[in-house]
């Protein structure tokens, strides 16, 4: 079983948000990029599991420039076999789409995983289009993957309950809280990842169809205020008037 | 989850002010880059975040205890082995061949860093294992190797140091334990061990205790103590584990450390405790001071980790507590004016501000430490040579400053809280009884300043301060090429002689053989040298930051770049200064402490 998975690089949880050149790009300044949480802790973990069980190998994809080459390497010292790094800047969500599409086509992969969105953008949008550009089904938000033979039951989370489904043959999955826990890079993998392949292939044609126009971060967070526990009518005072959530 | 630790800080120290990637020029470290460091310190980060900062206040809550012969600790050590052991976390260091990676020691430090940041209860158990399996690698037979090291570093077995005994702990000549002989190399040993640390806990199926002792008519004093590998259970021929009768026969309940076991062993006492020698005989001390010169890095970067976790969560506390009115320069405070966050007030901010100057400065110090152990290990040259030397004056240094300064810092972290820092509710008051023992094992404050004045500064007739002078003036010198710091490198320059001017009224008590005049106050010679050499560290760090500032370099912020500088004028002003006292006491002629110039009526 053969499984291409998709990463992207997204800024650490704990970066600072900024932007840049009138609030339309992102202050990359002195932030540290990681793997998109998502593409990591349960897309490429479930995946690895998968080939474990049942043989076959984890093939990870990233369009990006150069300086992603780090999370590649992150994703291969967790134990992907190999990788694929598409030569171009991820203008949008389809530049990015059409690129893994276009590699994946000629290779026959039995599934391919994503993480449900990335932390950054949060845009939720390349594992669609892969999928229709593929003519593959799709199934999204995905925390529970079982495979039995060619068959895959999935579970997604809804609200208020879960949707169990079957999908028979190959598919795109967007991969969601739950579906695998996170594996830590050991020191072994981290020493066999410098050995392990990353080709680097030239993009299709593909043009951006999204240009932001603007960006905003949210107003700065006020000090904290004690209230007297014995004093609730200010408590919800507070609530009501103030923080605006009752 | 809150912040303990800052990575960003850890890469500055490590690529932009000590140039880490220099070690990569040599063969035991060829197989290495930038970015498989980053990814250990990733996946440092990110175990610990699991592993070991959720157990943080359950350790010390429900401390480690003994019950019908044996330790119970937290579940979470048991756990905490078996993951170290499967992932390589045991082995770090060592040679290839000894199931290692030959990290270098650095980047070893500075991923306990991490784990000592989020809980300094767990990473000891592992560090002992490492440390003691290491001496076995170093000096044990090819059979000892092959019984002991894997089923350590695979987590199945943990290692102890046993060292102290009931009379004897900062003077380690008076150790009484016996070994009498049985068969080439196979000892009887009998005795008492105390404290030990990790001696006995339900997270593995073997001790192997690294014990000394003194054989049957061997030297009294060092020169008669040897090393032995003495397991609880022992490996018989059939590979069949027979339990050795090395008895855990009470722990310790202390203030600090809590989840950490400390425990009393009795070795002989109801039957044999075989000890395999390892290294030769009555050289034990020797072969133990590898052991012990990691540890005591080891002890001064748990306490900097300590006392960096504690400064994040008052940094935190004193972003979101508002109290008080912000003082104006001109006019007066106005009570109807919104009550201002308490990082806003300047004396907050001192604390802030020294806790910040303390533990990034003793880090600084302990990764530069652990770079010379890195380089004197693999460069036969001169500069290998010259590593060595200063590896071993700053040993000393980097296990005091960050195990008294780190004390002081958290301290001034839980008076940020107020009230609430001396309540339960709130993490700072256990970091302050944790770092307390920082100053205590490993050679106390008192026995690191006796090394220091005592061994370290004559040794090669004043070889290594001399290379450690330079090391500053060339700082110095570099510093005074930037207009924004050649007023801190000129004040520093005017600091460092101070050593020699101490040195210089000491020295002839020495040359007579007043060696209790000489030493008598070492550890004021301690504060007065470790404050020039991390003021040192803070100009080191504020050069790399001005640089990175002039060439525009983004690896991290603008502000983050600035903060260096600014807290290394902090250091300057409210910490440097202090050299003069020091100074001052040490060349005050009056003999106090003296006990033949005053008796115990004194008192
Ligand atoms: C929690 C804990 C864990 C420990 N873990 C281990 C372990 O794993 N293995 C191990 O072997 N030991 C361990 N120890 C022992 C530790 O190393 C000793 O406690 C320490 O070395 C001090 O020895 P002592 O307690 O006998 O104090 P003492 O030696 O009695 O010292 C008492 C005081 O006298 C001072 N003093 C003593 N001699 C001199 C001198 N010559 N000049 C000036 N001042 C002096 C000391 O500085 C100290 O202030 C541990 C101790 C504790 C509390």
């Given amino acids: 079983m053969n499984i291409l998975v998709c990463i992207s690089k997204t800024p650490d949880t704990t970066s600072k948000i900024s932007f840049k050149s009138d609030n339309t790009e992102y202050n990359s300044d002195g932030v540290t990029f990681i793997m998109n949480p998502y593409d990591e802790w349960y897309a490429l973990v479930r995946a690895l599991e998968i080939t474990e069980q049942n043989g076959g190998s984890v093939t990870v994809i990233n369009v990006g420039p150069a300086t992603n080459d780090i999370i590649i390497r992150k994703a291969l010292a967790i134990g992907a076999a190999d990788a694929v790094r598409v030569d171009t800047e991820a203008m949008d969500s389809y530049v990015v789409a059409a690129n893994i599409a276009a590699h994946a086509k000629s290779k026959n992969y039995d599934m391919i995983f994503l993480g449900k969105e990335t932390i950054d953008y949060n845009g939720s949008e390349v594992g669609a289009m892969v999928a229709e550009i593929m003519d593959l089904p799709y199934a999204s938000y995905v925390s529970r993957l079982d495979i039995s033979g060619s068959t895959a039951t999935i579970t997604r989370e809804l609200e208020g309950g879960e949707e169990v489904s079957q999908i028979d043959g190959a598919f795109v999955l967007s991969a969601a809280k739950g579906l695998a826990e996170q594996r830590i890079a050991n020191m072994k993998g981290i020493m066999m990842a410098k050995s392990k392949p990353l080709t680097v292939v030239q993009p299709v044609q593909a043009d951006a169809r999204v240009s932001a126009v603007k960006y905003a971060v949210p107003p700065p967070k006020s000090g904290v205020k004690l209230v007297d526990p014995d004093n609730m009518d200010e408590l919800v005072r507070l609530l009501h008037e103030e923080a605006k959530v009752i | ?603």
């Fill in chain 2, 1 to 603: 989850m809150a912040q303990y630790v800052s990575l960003d800080t850890l890469r500055f120290l490590l690529y932009d002010v000590h140039k880490v990637e220099k070690l990569l020029q040599y063969e035991r470290f060829r197989d290495f880059d930038r970015n498989a460091f980053d990814m250990l310190l990733d996946s440092a980060k990110t175990w610990a975040d699991q592993d070991f900062y959720p157990y943080l206040r359950e350790m010390d809550e429900q401390p480690a205890y003994f019950k019908d012969g044996k330790v119970h600790t937290h579940p979470i050590v048991k756990k905490l082995f078996k993951e170290a052991g499967a992932n390589g976390w045991l082995g770090m260091y060592f040679d290839t061949e000894d199931g290692g990676i030959q990290l270098p020691m650095t980047i070893t430090n500075s991923v306990f860093h991490i784990l000592e940041a989020a809980n300094n209860h767990l990473p000891g158990y592992l560090g002992l294992t490492s440390g003691s399996a290491h001496l076995i690698a170093s000096f044990g037979s090819d059979d000892l190797k092959k019984t002991y090291i894997p089923n350590m570093l695979s987590g199945k077995w943990a290692g102890t140091m046993a060292l102290t005994e009931p009379q004897s702990g900062s003077s380690l000549s008076d150790i009484t334990t016996t070994a009498t002989p049985v068969s080439e190399g196979t000892y009887s040993i009998r005795g008492q061990k105390i404290f030990i640390s990790g001696g006995d806990h339900e997270g593995v199926d073997n001790f192997i205790h690294l014990t000394l002792a003194r054989i049957d008519g061997a030297p009294s004093g060092t020169k008669g103590i040897s090393l032995f590998v003495v397991p609880q259970y022992r490996v018989q021929d059939d590979g069949q584990l027979v339990y050795n009768h090395v008895k855990a026969v009470a722990d310790f309940q202390k203030m600090g450390q809590r989840g950490y076991s400390t425990v009393h062993l009795v070795y002989g006492e109801e039957d044999a405790s075989y000890g395999y020698l390892i290294g030769e005989a009555n050289q034990g001390l020797k072969h133990m001071f590898q052991m012990m010169n990691g540890a005591r890095i080891d002890v001064g970067l748990s306490a900097a980790s300590i006392a960096t976790a504690a400064y994040y969560a008052s940094l935190q506390y004193a972003r979101e507590r508002p109290q008080g009115r912000k003082l104006q320069n001109k006019g007066k405070k106005e009570a109807t004016n919104e009550q201002t966050l308490i990082i806003n007030h300047p004396d907050v901010r001192r604390m802030l501000l020294l806790q910040k100057a303390v533990v990034e400065g003793a880090l600084s110090l302990l990764l530069e430490c652990s770079l010379h152990v890195d380089i004197a290990g693999s460069d036969q040259s001169e500069t290998g040579i010259n590593s060595k030397l200063l590896s071993e004056i700053l040993t000393p240094v980097a296990k005091t400053y960050p195990a008294e300064m780190g004390r002081i810092a958290v301290n001034n972290g839980l008076q940020v809280l107020g009230g609430y820092g001396f309540c339960t509710d709130f993490v700072l008051q256990q970091y302050a009884r944790d770092i307390r023992i920082m100053a205590i094992y490993e050679g106390t404050t008192g026995i690191q300043s006796l090394d220091l004045l005592g061994r370290k500064i004559p040794m090669e007739n004043g070889r290594a301060l001399r290379l450690l002078s330079a090391q500053i003036m060339e700082t110095i010198s570099s510093a005074s090429n930037h207009e924004n710091l050649a007023p801190y490198a000129n004040v520093l320059g005017k600091h460092l002689p101070r050593v020699q001017q101490a040195l210089e009224y000491l020295f002839p008590f020495a040359l007579q053989g007043d060696h209790e005049d000489y030493l008598a106050d070492a550890t004021i010679f301690m504060d007065l040298t470790s404050n020039i050499i991390i003021a040192h560290q803070w100009l080191k760090m504020a050069l790399a930051a001005e640089n990175a500032l002039q060439s525009g370099d983004s690896t991290y912020t603008e502000d983050f770049y600035r903060s260096k500088v600014h807290t290394m004028k902090f250091y300057f002003k409210y910490e440097l200064p202090k050299t003069s006292a020091s100074l001052e006491t040490l060349l005050n002629k009056d003999k106090l402490t003296i006990t033949d110039t005053y008796n115990d009526s004194i008192f």
